[in-house]
Nanobody, 121 residues
Framework: QVQLVESGGGLVQAGGSLRLSCAASGSIFSIYTMAWYRQAPGKQRELVATITRSGSTNYAFSVKGRFTISRDSAKNTVFLQTSGLSPEDTAVYYC???????????????WGQGTQVTVSS
């Protein structure tokens, strides 16, 4: 099994920043794309940013220029550096990873439990 554990969420004032982390552990042969999603109350979960194994990144339009996704492949960890936060960024942020658990295994998607980010005005 694979576990993803997020950390770094919290309460921050508008204009502030937070650095979210997500560490993967367990039966990991290789991790491919890693991503951050978020879900605000009453809304659907939405993609925030992705990073491939080679380091290519992609961002939702709403966070482009304010958020930066990065990864430490040696530590199976992905980060989301946020800045210029606004109340509209308030949500539970979830980590997602595409993981191959064995040399001949399938790539499966795993989710973390989420970390709350609350931005006050």
């Amino acid at each position: 099994q694979v576990q993803l554990v997020e950390s770094g969420g919290g309460l921050v004032q508008a204009g502030g920043s937070l650095r979210l982390s997500c560490a993967a552990s367990g039966s990991i042969f290789s991790i491919y794309t890693m991503a951050w999603y978020r879900q605000a109350p009453g809304k659907q979960r939405e993609l925030v940013a992705t990073i491939t194994r080679s380091g290519s990144t992609n961002y939702a339009f709403s966070v482009k220029g304010r958020f930066t996704i990065s990864r430490d492949s040696a530590k199976n960890t992905v980060f989301l550096q946020t800045s210029g936060l606004s109340p509209e960024d308030t949500a539970v942020y979830y980590c997602n990873a595409e993981v191959q658990t064995a040399l001949w295994g399938q790539k499966l998607n795993y989710w973390g439990q989420g970390t709350q980010v609350t931005v006050s005005s």
